[in-house]
């Protein structure tokens, strides 16, 4: 992990959130589960859902990728992660009894899968400088490169959200820079997503000959 953040304070802002909204998308720091759900649709386009694949959920919350999953009828190995303990618990709870599903918060426990995928993680700056954050977003980047095969997909607040909605303890990331650091960094093929009328882009990056 980053030093310079103090993940304490991230892992007591969800645990506010969970504790007064439950295993809901606001529990989740979401607006709606349309909402949600548009950004699983984007993210989830780095797999080929035609064939069965492992993937891990990289801050999982308390699951709903996994019931989006179910939903569709897809042919899948879930593993959840996040570093909230009542998140995971919560999970694990909701899912209990579907053998294709896990979770976890500790990060030992994570092994390579075919596809990682994150959604919302890196929106909840709080007091951190930008330049920390930034340094933050790209070593997790890295470690979802790690541990994916095929590909990995993510997202972030877009830098050109309207400057009157704007927060203060919200991240605002440049999708020019990312997509770069993509191309430089992870693969030739990668695609940025930013046309589904929410104010965030995704970003996917599929590995060569995956």
């Known amino acids: 992990m980053t030093p310079e953040i103090d993940f304490n304070l991230i892992q007591q802002y ?12 606001q529990g989740a720091d979401w607006n709606s589960p349309e909402a949600q759900q548009r950004r699983f649709d984007q993210l989830l386009k780095v797999c080929d859902l035609d064939q069965a694949f492992s993937i891990l959920d990289y801050g999982c919350g308390y699951g709903a990728l996994a019931d989006y999953l179910h939903s569709r009828g897809l ?19 909701l899912h ?11 990060v030992s426990e ?18 951190h400088s930008e330049e920390a954050w930034t340094t933050y977003v790209l070593a997790t980047l890295d470690k ?9 997909a993510f997202n972030l607040l877009t830098s050109y959200s309207d400057p009157e909605y704007r927060k203060d303890h ?3 990331a440049d999708p020019c820079f990312y997509f770069d650091y993509c191309k430089r960094h992870f693969s030739r093929n ?8 929410l104010y965030d882009f995704t970003i996917l990056v599929r590995k060569p000959n995956a």
């Open 14 to 25: 969800f645990s506010e959130r969970l504790k007064n909204f439950g295993a809901t998308p």
């Open 75 to 93: 042919r899948f190995e879930y593993l959840g992660y996040d570093i909230l303990p009542e998140a995971v618990i919560r999970a694990s709870s």
């Open 144 to 152: 979802m490169d790690m541990l994916s095969r095929k590909g990995f």
């Open 170 to 172: 919200l991240y605002y």
């Open 110 to 127: 994570l092994s390579e899968v075919d596809y990682v995928v994150e959604s919302g993680i890196f929106n909840i700056r709080l007091q």
């Open 96 to 106: 209990d009894g579907l053998s294709n599903c896990r979770f976890t918060n500790n």
């Open 190 to 197: 990668v695609a940025l997503l930013h046309d589904y009328d």
